[in-house]
């Protein structure tokens, strides 16, 4: 496929009506083959009133490009999701639903509605299991609860540490030399660590961990190494957990520089964007609303949102 844009500039140039922009929705989407979103037929003819019918007279259905993705019953442009898509993936901290909504001029609400369904597109994403030949870094890390950044009176007792009070814990496996996985976890013990290590990592692999007690398991199904990082050692000949170390610095100056804050309730979509960002941070932006797109394929409404 033609890249007909690597940077904002191009993507506003091209996309000159929404005319324009539905008509890159359904190349990017379809790729040259239409398909029914209710049934999946390849056998489809176009209506004069721009939508499309399936041919399969047990379906029947109309439909366009959007329906069945995170676009489907969205008032808001095309145009305008395509820029917003633009700006989430290729900033590298994110955006802020403030900003984008004095950029594409939405209210606060709706910027905050379609950056979300954007981040749960993120999520869509499969991938094949992490391991065999290539070493994986594992890690946990906490995200919110700083007593620091709190008035006195409003200090939690206990929260600090691992302490999993006020703080969400997450699991981070990244693959040297590939992808990352990151899951949000009730909390770091071993019950909880081994069944999200056992359905993202290659049975046998090399894996690399700290001392922590939640990952002393991992020997019975991989090759385990660890430093300890409470006694000051943090790289024992090709041990150590750096790679995904630098991953949670990137997670957290996109959540607390950008974001300021996010709830449990939200916080896989936070870092399923990061996770993104991550994995395609060599991708051309052009790319990467291309990607973002094959991934849409869930309608997402504001009350499952709220709830979810």
């Not at 140039?13 to 005319?19: G, M």
């Not at 291309?290 to 009350?303: E, F, G, I, Q, T």
Request: aromatic share 10%.
């Amino acid at each position: 496929m033609d890249q007909h844009y690597t940077n904002l500039f191009e993507l506003v140039e091209f996309l000159k009506d929404e005319e324009t922009a539905v008509k890159h929705l359904e190349e990017l989407r379809w790729k040259g083959s239409r398909a029914c979103p209710h049934c999946g037929n390849i056998k489809t003819y176009a209506l004069k009133s721009g939508k499309y019918k399936c041919a399969d007279k047990d379906c029947d259905e109309q439909f366009t490009a959007k329906v069945g993705t995170i676009f489907e019953g969205s008032k808001v442009p095309l145009k305008k999701w395509f820029i917003a898509i633009y700006l989430l993936t290729s900033h590298k901290k994110g955006v802020s639903s403030h900003q984008l909504a004095r950029d594409l001029k939405v209210t606060q609400k709706t910027a905050w509605f379609m950056l979300q369904r954007l981040r749960t597109a993120l999520g869509n994403g499969s991938f094949e299991m992490l391991g065999g030949e290539n070493i994986v870094e594992i890690d946990e890390s906490f995200v919110g609860g700083k007593n620091k950044n709190r008035h006195a009176k409003k200090k939690v007792k206990n929260s600090q540490g691992r302490s999993c009070i006020d703080k969400t814990p997450v699991l981070g496996m990244v693959e040297r030399g590939g992808l990352l996985v990151a899951k949000v976890m009730k909390d770091t013990s071993a019950s909880e660590i081994q069944p999200i290590v056992d359905e993202t990592i290659k049975s046998n692999s090399t894996v690399m961990t700290d001392e922590w007690r939640g990952y002393k398991g991992l020997k019975k199904s991989h090759s385990h190494s660890f430093v300890k990082h409470g006694e000051g050692q943090y790289v024992v000949g090709n041990a150590h957990t750096n790679t995904i170390e630098g991953f949670w610095s990137h997670l957290k100056r996109s959540i607390f520089g950008i974001y300021h804050s996010t709830s449990r309730l939200h916080l896989q979509k936070y870092v399923d964007e990061s996770v993104f960002r991550y994995n395609y941070r060599k991708a051309g932006d052009g790319e990467r609303v291309a990607m973002v797109v094959d991934l849409a394929n869930c309608r997402l409404k504001y009350h499952e949102l709220k709830r979810k």
